[in-house]
């Protein structure tokens, strides 16, 4: 059973900078897309940014320019970095990892809040 474990969420003022970092109980390379979501309150989970196997990213059109994802494969580790945070970004944030092939296979993180408030 894959685990995603998120950590670095917190409060932060407008503007400041936050590292979300998901933990991933196996190899990073046994998915084929890894990515962060978030869900604000009353809304839907959203894409934020994702990285494929191969190391092309992809970002919401909200957060290009003030996200990074990148990833580690030495300690399987997916990283979020964001920057010049907005009360808009207020969410919690997933990770989410798909080793989908014929079945589908895709695993949530229990999620870490971020609060961006002055």
């Known amino acids: 059973q894959v685990q995603l474990v998120e950590s670095g969420g917190g409060l932060v003022q407008p503007g400041g900078s936050l590292r979300l970092s998901c933990a991933a109980s196996g190899s990073i390379f046994s998915f084929n897309v890894m990515g962060w979501y978030r869900q604000a309150p009353g809304k839907q989970r959203e894409l934020v940014a994702t990285i494929t196997r191969g190391g092309v990213t992809n970002f919401a059109d909200s957060v290009k320019g003030r996200f990074i994802i990148s990833r580690d494969i030495v300690t399987n580790t997916v990283y979020l970095q964001m920057s010049s945070l907005k009360p808009e970004d207020t969410a919690v944030y997933y990770c989410?990892?798909?080793?989908?092939?014929?079945?589908?296979?895709?695993?949530w993180g229990q999620g870490t809040q971020v609060v961006v408030t002055s």
């Open positions: 989410n990892a798909d080793r989908s092939v014929i079945t589908t296979e895709v695993y």
